[in-house]
Every structure is written in C-alpha cells, then in structure tokens.
T-cell receptor, first 110, second 115 residues
Framework: ETGVTQSPTHLIKTRGQQVTLRCSSQSGHNTVSWYQQALGQGPQFIFQYYREEENGRGNFPPRFSGLQFPNYSSELNVNALELDDSALYLC?????????FGAGTRLSVL | AQSVTQLGSHVSVSEGALVLLRCNYSSSVPPYLFWYVQYPNQGLQLLLKYTTGATLVKGINGFEAEFKKSETSFHLTKPSAHMSDAAEYFCAVSEGQGGSEKLVFGKGTKLTVNP
C-alpha cells in the first residue's frame, strides 16, 4: 500500500504566475484535504474534496482552487501568486476521519 | 468554532527525561484529536489519535496521550526522551467522521532533547 505522494517537492515561481501542485491519495482513501503551512506556523486548512466535490473551504481567496479526479488524486491551483503564498503545501488523504499527510511541496514566490 | 492551544512553543528536556507537551482544545461537538510530528523539511507524521473509546491512547515511538473531557485537554507524554524525538509536534482537532473533517492545528511545540 503506497502512502500519500506529492509533486513537485520544491518549486520557485515569480509574483503573478500560476502554479499547480499534485497529490496522489493513499490507496482506498476517497477524501483529500490541502493545507498551507507558513514558516514557523501550524498548517492552515485550504479546502477538502470528497468524491470529486469540494467539501469545505477555509479562509483562502478564490485564486486558490482545486480538483479531485476519479482515482481520488488531486490538484491545487494558485493563480496570481503573491509573495505571502510562499509556504509548504501539504496534502492529506483520509478515510473514516483520520488524515495521513504527504511530504509536501515547498513553494517559493520571488 | 474549534481551536487548539499548545502551551509552550519550545520545550527542552534532557535525554532520558519525561516529555510532556500540552494541548487544550475547544469544540462544540465530540472531537477527534490528533498529535502529529514534523521533522525538519518533512511533512506531518501521525503519532496517535483519539476518536472514540479508551481515553488513554498509545502511539508510535513510545508516545501516549490522554483525552480528558472535563479539562478539554489532550496532553502528549513519553516517559523517557530520546535524541531522535527532537522535532516539532502539532496537536489537532476535527469534528471527525460525519462532521467536518478539516483539521484545526495548534501553533506547534518544538522539542529539543539535550544529551
């Protein structure tokens, strides 16, 4: 059984660009959540997908959007990047309410 | 709204000493509670979880935590610290299966283990 995998591991973008981050769920998990972890902070909930539908959203602007595919993998898209978007982005898949995290994608916006 | 407070952003112990990391939560529904560990430049690893049932839960690497509803606490302990325990620890709460599964995290406690 494979765990949660995220790609890429590191990414450097410039302000105003767009970025797509990817996540493969743990086998059998139908729910995917995304979190943003700024340096020195705890993770903040961005949104969650359950069976391809958004199932809750945190306090993030609409330029943060996502998708979940039939195989339960997921993408996080961020448009019009800002300097404050620099963070570790974590994906977690879950079944029965327990979330398991990937290693994250570290995004740097210059 | 749910919230988590972790008392002490930094905790330092000697190798072999007791580790105690404090977590208090607020929730309007029966909570699911979690402790995660994060090593430098890595993601979050689940240490242990409380969902229902026994209030004393055991996790990996010798850690355990006790859910105390009356005190709204879920403190993490380990009898004897090891150098490899040095990491950042996050307490989190959710409404659990059937409710909002989003995790609300505390700000984290960085554990240093001195030789």
């Amino acid at each position: 059984e494979t765990g949660v995998t995220q790609s890429p591991t590191h990414l450097i973008k410039t302000r105003g660009q767009q970025v797509t981050l990817r996540c493969s769920s743990q086998s059998g998990h139908n729910t995917v959540s995304w979190y943003q972890q700024a340096l020195g902070q705890g993770p903040q909930f961005i949104f969650q997908y359950y069976r391809e539908e958004e199932n809750g959203r945190g306090n993030f602007p609409p330029r943060f959007s996502g998708l979940q595919f039939p195989n339960y993998s997921s993408e996080l898209n961020v448009n019009a990047l800002e300097l404050d978007d620099s963070a570790l982005y974590l994906c977690a898949s879950s079944l029965y309410g327990v979330q398991y995290f990937g290693a994250g994608t570290r995004l740097s916006v210059l | 709204a749910q919230s988590v407070t972790q008392l002490g952003s930094h905790v330092s112990v000697s190798e072999g000493a007791l580790v105690l990391l404090r977590c208090n939560y607020s929730s309007s529904v029966p909570p699911y509670l979690f402790w995660y560990v994060q090593y430098p430049n890595q993601g979050l690893q689940l240490l242990l979880k409380y969902t229902t049932g026994a209030t004393l839960v055991k996790g990996i690497n010798g850690f355990e935590a006790e859910f105390k509803k009356s005190e709204t606490s879920f403190h993490l302990t380990k009898p004897s610290a090891h150098m490899s325990d040095a990491a950042e620890y996050f307490c989190a709460v959710s409404e659990g299966q059937g409710g909002s599964e989003k995790l609300v995290f505390g700000k984290g406690t960085k554990l240093t283990v001195n030789p």
